[in-house]
């Protein structure tokens, strides 16, 4: 028996092999497929990177539905998963999450107490702290624009305070 059937043998329980027209083509096949599996399930894991302090991702809400759980004049205390839209290009300071309906939310990080990185737009994170809705000021506003790298014209736009909804993050975990 040579090794081409005895191979054919072993296979033969798996219905792709149980024809007795067995070829190699079709165990390249069944091999490109079990790899493209393995390799999706398995190796595709995402670097996770933390900051602040330590979180689990147990548990987190979609950003989306952040705003229907935040009343004025309340504190809620949430884990909140999302997409990064821009980020502090100065330090990594703030960053604006996108809500998903061409709005986005504010966050800012417990105590000034750690950054993310600049080049972080566009990933997924998840975040653990304290949303609620407060009133931006004019000058805050503008120096948000400013980190941001507006154009001076485009800061001088900015004339009323605006009343958003505001994250303050205590840890990070976002994904590369």
Request: some cysteine.
């Amino acid at each position: 028996m040579n090794a081409g059937s005895q191979l054919a043998r072993l296979l033969s329980p798996i219905p792709i092999f149980a024809e007795t027209n067995f070829s190699m083509k079709k165990l390249l096949l069944a091999s490109a497929l079990t790899w493209l599996f393995t390799a999706t399930v398995f190796g595709q894991s995402a670097k996770v990177t933390s900051y602040g302090e330590t979180i689990t991702a147990d548990g987190a809400v979609d950003i989306k539905k952040l705003p229907d759980m935040v009343t004025e004049g309340e504190k809620v205390n949430l884990k909140v998963s999302g997409t990064v839209q821009s980020v502090c290009q100065k330090k990594g300071c703030w960053m604006k999450m996108d809500m998903g309906d061409g709005k986005t939310m504010m966050v800012h990080f417990k105590d000034y107490g750690f950054f993310v990185p600049k080049d972080c737009s566009g990933k997924k994170l998840i975040m653990d702290g304290v949303a609620f809705i407060e009133v931006t000021p004019v000058d805050q506003l503008r120096h948000y624009a400013e980190d941001a790298g507006k154009s001076k014209a485009e800061i001088e736009k900015i004339v009323d305070p605006e009343k958003e909804l505001t994250f303050e993050a205590s840890g990070v975990l976002l994904y590369e």
